[in-house]
């Protein structure tokens, strides 16, 4: 019988469309060096109306709720002890891996004293939202490296090989990681819950830092419940984005897609999806802020685009059976509920700050649009390089062995 | 046997860690910020009184160490053809408006911060460089600042500016109320050197007196309206105008404190960290349940 197995996936790094993918990721390099040689002001459209861009709206809040795949997922196999769902954790880790160290890559790129970065751990303001934010993330950041060591071990031990006179500390190194991965897996359990806990907390304070903008924000955006609409929106898009990942690595590794699975991941949508729609309608409603939806301006439309394209018509595809079946129509779902949290996060930060002094908007320039595309570039080829190194992607496989091995580790046994 | 010694590695596990994020909660609300004395200092500006000579933006540059031109050339009023905002250049700039009933008595407006008496950008700062002091001063620690730009963010002022043309060490700079020349006893520079007495250096409840005299004097002269008197919470710089604030280039502010229901929902959200440990201990529960459930349950493999 064959069972579904993390394995390293064998192929060509190289494609012509990974080819392009590496020329963005270098442009973006290029900007980022001239961050640092000439001053943010040289490469981005920033100024003292507004101080925060697409740096932090899109690659730190978004990067931030497109990563939370990591933790729901974790949440649902580990905690919920749904064993179904394991050939999902390892990629949606990884992509949570990735998706927090390039949000705070991001940080530090956006943030004028960037060697200064450390200030926040010793110079605490427990009044900040900002600083919640930033040390959440810093702890879970570091959570999310121990939650991948497994893997890692998983992939060395037996094959620790070291050339020339470093043979000699093969053994060594193997029962080191032995020993790592013993101690490790009594544990996993506690980072899984602190990762869950640590995911909470700061994907809500990313929704508090707007707030104290006060009535430079509009008031469609300005609510005291962003912190709740951030934590909903950042669960619901975290399934959505492991379906969005699980097709498009099905098609770049011609592997069979995981049709069960993104099928039972898929049901959970509707409710995710209506609950948001609900708590944002019926908070407009109650702060009477549906009057701006009469007049038709550009905070209108976006506002629109949000909920309706981003929001309501995934709920309907995610209702329909059909679409439940085909990963097709699944990704077309999930990439409109990314959309959804996309437009969600760039209106918060971008189209509802208006602050008083500016008869202009603000619009990124090459330069940040650069680095974001860049770090996303980035992004999918460390993806690339991680899963054809370590065994992230579940592949059909004959062992018989193998169900020690495939059981995650860390979980009370 | 084995899995009851996991069982109450974990509750303990879980037990002590609530105990220690309880622990730490103390210290982490214990630093907050000192808060300023109930009648701190404050300026009043009369912007009936101004005349627009700029002498306080020389006199501000002088005394912060900002380069300047010669105070002969502040005469010059080509300045006021395009509305200025204080930056790294000039910590104050003064601004003039048509007067809609004398064209002969424009309006000048003297724009710097207002030192809030509850700061957003104190509340907003990620690791507390800036600070409210007890003589109504809301400065600013080099040392500190990472230059994130919250503070700039949060102000409903819109005050604190950024050095964006610098790649390394760029300042958030804003007036600092002279606090260095308040400590030793001088008048804050704008006030010293100002001709008319535009600009008056008081305790703030003195101010707020004087101010309200001025009104009932000359009701025509006045609106009756003291900006700074409760605007996000009261400001230690009020204004006084002849026309509506916001003809004046004022944000129109409402008076709850300008950190609005931040702070709240962050003390809220760890009130005491109890809410995440909390968390904590649930999911652990969960998992543990859970765990116990698929044991008994038969392989269905």
Known sequence: MSILLPKPMKYKFFTPGVIVITIFALVGIAFVLGRFVFGIGAITNLDNQYPWGIWIGLDVALGVALAAGGFTTAALAHIFHKEEYETIVRPALLTALLGYTFAAASVSIDIGRWYYIWHALIYWNGNSALFEVGICVMMYLTVLYIEFLPIVTERFIGHVNLPGILSKLNNVIDKGLRILDRTLSKFMFVFIITGVVLSCLHQSSLGTLMIIAGDKMHPLWQTPILPLLYLVSAIGVGFPMVMFESVISSRAFRLKPETHILEKLSEMMPPLLGVFIIIRSVDILIREAYVYLAEFSSVSIMFSIELIVGFVLPLRLFMSKEVRKSPNMLFIASSLVIFGVFMNRFNTFITAYTPPYADYSYFPSIGEISVTLGFVALEVLLYRAFVMIFPVISVPTEEKSAKTKYAIRGILR | ?301
């Open chain 2, 1 to 301: 046997m084995k899995n009851q010694s996991r069982r109450d590695f974990l509750k303990i596990t879980t037990i002590s860690a609530t105990a220690l994020v309880g622990a730490s909660a103390t210290k982490l609300f214990a630093s907050g910020n000192p808060t300023s004395s109930i009648d701190p200092m404050g300026v009043l500006v009369d912007t009936t009184v101004c005349i627009g000579c700029r002498k306080c933006e020389w006199a501000c540059k002088k005394a912060h160490n900002i380069d300047t031109k010669p105070i002969e050339d502040y005469d010059n009023r080509s300045a006021f053809e395009n509305y200025r905002r204080p930056d790294h250049t000039s910590l104050t700039v003064v601004n003039e408006f048509r007067n809609p009933t004398a064209e002969s008595k424009p309006y000048d407006v003297k724009v710097q911060c207002m030192h809030c008496n509850e700061p957003a950008c104190v509340s907003a700062c990620i690791v507390g460089a800036m600070t409210k002091q007890e003589n109504g001063s809301v400065i600013w620690d080099t040392d500190k600042c990472i230059g994130c730009r919250f503070c700039m963010v949060a102000c409903p002022f819109q005050i604190p500016t950024f050095e964006y043309h610098k790649a390394l060490q760029p300042d958030i700079t804003k007036c600092d109320f002279c606090f260095e020349r308040t400590k030793e006893a001088l008048l804050p520079a704008c006030v010293e050197i100002c001709p008319v007495e535009a600009v008056t250096y008081g305790k703030r409840s003195e101010l707020l007196k004087l101010a309200k005299k001025r009104i009932n004097l000359y009701p025509e002269r006045y609106k009756e309206h003291i900006l700074g008197e409760h605007e996000v919470g009261g400001t230690s710089w009020m204004y006084l105008a002849g026309m509506d604030f916001d003809k004046l280039k004022f944000p129109k502010l409402s008076t709850k404190a300008a950190p609005g229901v931040s702070e709240a929902i962050q003390h809220g959200i760890f009130s005491y960290f109890v809410p995440p440990a909390s968390l904590f201990a649930l999911l652990g529960g969960i998992m543990w349940l859970n765990k116990n459930k698929s044991k008994s349950e038969p392989d269905t493999e």
